[in-house]
């Protein structure tokens, strides 16, 4: 099966720029997942999907960040104006479902590594 | 809210020593606990998924073990070589029906010749 496809894969733009990423998860998965990965630290959450609503985005900064999965499908999540903090590793990942009954686990894509400079 | 440690943050050993990272976490009602690699500016690779009514699993010379009493899991690595060099994080879904899963910091291993 063909994994989950995250584009572009490097961006380097200057603060106050606005950015956009793209994922594509796995057919077929109806969860999918944004992570920012600032170097030297693990994964942190910013917004879950299921389907094309969205289960959580408690940590999202939603003055500038903002995603979308509009079909349910593939997703983009954009950042507006970008600050130097937000140089960082965006992953996006995805599961078969989500639910007090799921145990499935989750595919990464290869990510976006984004320096704002 | 869901809390996960991984122990050492760093290590680095000469090839064919057998390795065990640690990973704990604070709520024992998880779903499953998967075990991922990370190479250098890659995304993530799954390693191993442990599903919460099992005690372990194995691939390869990796094997993963849970307790989830404990609050524990253990990713044991058999004679490692230099191409096991990566970070590696263990992955645990919050409890509570979102099932967003919460990430350690990772384990940053070095295998040299």
């Known amino acids: 099966e063909a994994g989950v496809a995250q584009s572009p894969r490097y961006k380097i733009i200057e603060k106050r720029q606005s950015v956009a990423f793209w994922c594509n998860p796995i057919?077929?998965?109806?969860?999918l997942y944004w992570y920012q990965q600032i170097l030297g630290q693990g994964p942190k959450l910013l917004i879950q999907f299921q389907n094309n609503g969205v289960v959580d985005d408690s940590q999202l900064p939603k003055d500038r960040f903002s995603a979308e999965r509009l079909k349910g499908v593939d997703s983009t999540l954009k950042i507006q104006p970008a600050k130097l903090e937000d140089s960082a590793v965006y992953l996006c990942a995805s599961s078969l479902r989500a639910g007090l009954d799921a145990s499935y686990g989750y595919t990464f894509g290869s990510g976006t590594r984004l320096t704002v400079v | 809210k869901q809390e996960v440690t991984q122990i050492p943050a760093a290590l680095s050993v000469p090839e064919g020593e057998n390795l065990v990272l640690n990973c704990s976490f604070t709520d024992s009602a998880i779903y499953n606990l998967q075990w991922f690699r990370q190479d250098p500016g890659k995304g993530l690779t799954s390693l191993l998924l442990i599903q919460s009514s099992q005690r372990e699993q194995t691939s390869g010379r990796l094997n993963a073990s849970l307790d989830k009493s404990s609050g524990r899991s253990t990713l044991y690595i058999a004679a490692s070589q230099p191409g096991d060099s990566a970070t590696y994080l263990c992955a645990v879904p919050i409890s509570g029906g979102s099932y967003i899963p919460t990430f350690g910091r990772g384990t940053s291993l070095i295998v040299h010749p």
């Open positions: 057919s077929g998965h109806a969860t």
